[in-house]
């Protein structure tokens, strides 16, 4: 990310013949196009170049606000902290770090929230905080999230943002997170609890193969990068070019690895649908037929 930096507080841009100046920290200049725009624009076009669609990490509290009902997320395990139990130098300070910056104790945040009136178990990772790589933290709050799910028999959706993988500070407790998330998002699978994972742009490593690839329905947003190593170590390994887009979600839409590739602004009205179709038809029925045909707890609405 580029911004202007000057010596006075303030920038000067535009023609030199009507120069502007401007509070430094306004504008940026787009990684992709490289045109100048301002901070506001891309907050008001949820995180996303207005010039060219580059599609900006989306902060965790914006995500939130954009995806729920407003006012009805209820967060939930938010004081789990990571340890460091390997002792490895440097991680305490990594932590703190993290947290400061983040003002959250780990790498995820999860509760419970609605879509458009359907309660759904909700969680989203912070690339923000140690780009969103999963330890035993994280790994341990999926599968809380996971198992209110199942208990609650409510939809879980994650959105996952991890350029991290798995982290090496934590060794095997953080490796053993992909098989222990894995299990717990079979369960739901097993007693037919629908999971919607949505993968946005970078998710690598020990997220992207684990849970994040496997929702009963997998979406992307546009061109995000995802997979297990990066593009460059996959060439250096085994000495070929790869094809254009490789690892990018129309890529892999195209290979059936992903289901849909939804822009960020239409997300709650693709998910909507979802969760109807998915759920809350089939608990209205099933909840009308376990109490004689009277009105459903979650009955759906225009049903």
């Known amino acids: 990310m580029a911004w202007f930096r000057k010596k006075s507080k303030f920038t000067t841009i535009g023609n030199t013949n009507k120069k502007k100046d401007l509070p430094e920290g306004i504008w940026r200049l787009c990684d992709s196009c490289e045109e100048y725009i301002t901070n506001d624009e891309i907050k008001r076009n949820y995180?996303?170049?207005?010039?060219?669609?580059?599609?900006?990490?989306?902060?965790?509290?914006?995500?939130?606000?954009?995806?729920?009902?407003?006012?009805?997320?209820?967060?939930?395990?938010?004081n789990l902290a990571s340890k460091n139990p390997l002792d490895f130098d440097g991680y305490d300070q990594k932590i703190r770090s993290a947290q400061q910056k983040t003002g959250r104790y780990e790498g995820?945040?999860?509760?419970?929230?609605?879509?458009?009136?359907?309660p759904v178990i909700f969680g989203v990772l912070d690339f923000a905080f140690m780009g969103g790589s999963m330890g035993s933290?994280?790994?341990?709050?999926?599968?809380?999230?996971?198992?209110?799910?199942?208990?609650?028999?409510?939809?879980?959706?994650?959105?996952?943002?991890?350029?991290?993988?798995?982290?090496?500070?934590?060794?095997?407790?953080s490796l053993m997170q992909m098989a222990k998330t894995s299990a717990a998002i079979a369960l739901l699978k097993k007693h037919?609890?629908?999971?919607?994972?949505?993968?946005?742009?970078?998710?690598?490593?020990?997220?992207?193969?684990?849970?994040?690839?496997?929702?009963?329905?997998?979406?992307?947003?546009?061109?995000?990068?995802?997979?297990?190593?990066?593009?460059?170590?996959?060439?250096?390994?085994?000495?070929?070019?790869?094809?254009?887009?490789?690892?990018?979600?129309?890529?892999?839409?195209?290979?059936?690895?992903?289901?849909?590739?939804?822009?960020?602004?239409?997300?709650?009205?693709?998910?909507?649908?979802?969760?109807e179709h998915m759920w809350y038809n089939r608990y209205a029925l099933r909840a009308q037929q376990r109490q004689g045909n009277?009105?459903?707890?979650?009955?759906?609405?225009g049903a």
């Open 47 to 78: 995180h996303i170049c207005p010039r060219c669609n580059y599609y900006y990490v989306l902060p965790v509290e914006e995500r939130i606000k954009h995806t729920l009902d407003e006012g009805s997320f209820e967060e939930f395990d938010a």
């Open 108 to 118: 995820i945040v999860t509760g419970r929230g609605e879509i458009e009136g359907y």
């Open 137 to 173: 933290v994280v790994g341990e709050k999926v599968t809380r999230a996971a198992e209110r799910a199942l208990n609650d028999e409510l939809p879980l959706f994650i959105v996952s943002t991890g350029g991290g993988g798995a982290r090496m500070h934590e060794g095997m407790l």
């Open 192 to 275: 037919g609890i629908p999971f919607l994972s949505l993968i946005a742009h970078p998710t690598m490593g020990g997220v992207a193969a684990s849970f994040a690839a496997l929702g009963d329905v997998i979406l992307a947003e546009p061109r995000a990068l995802i997979g297990f190593a990066g593009p460059r170590v996959i060439e250096q390994t085994i000495g070929q070019q790869l094809p254009p887009g490789f690892q990018r979600s129309e890529f892999l839409l195209e290979k059936g690895m992903i289901d849909i590739i939804v822009e960020r602004p239409n997300i709650r009205n693709v998910i909507k649908p979802l969760l």
């Open 294 to 301: 009277k009105t459903a707890v979650y009955a759906v609405k």
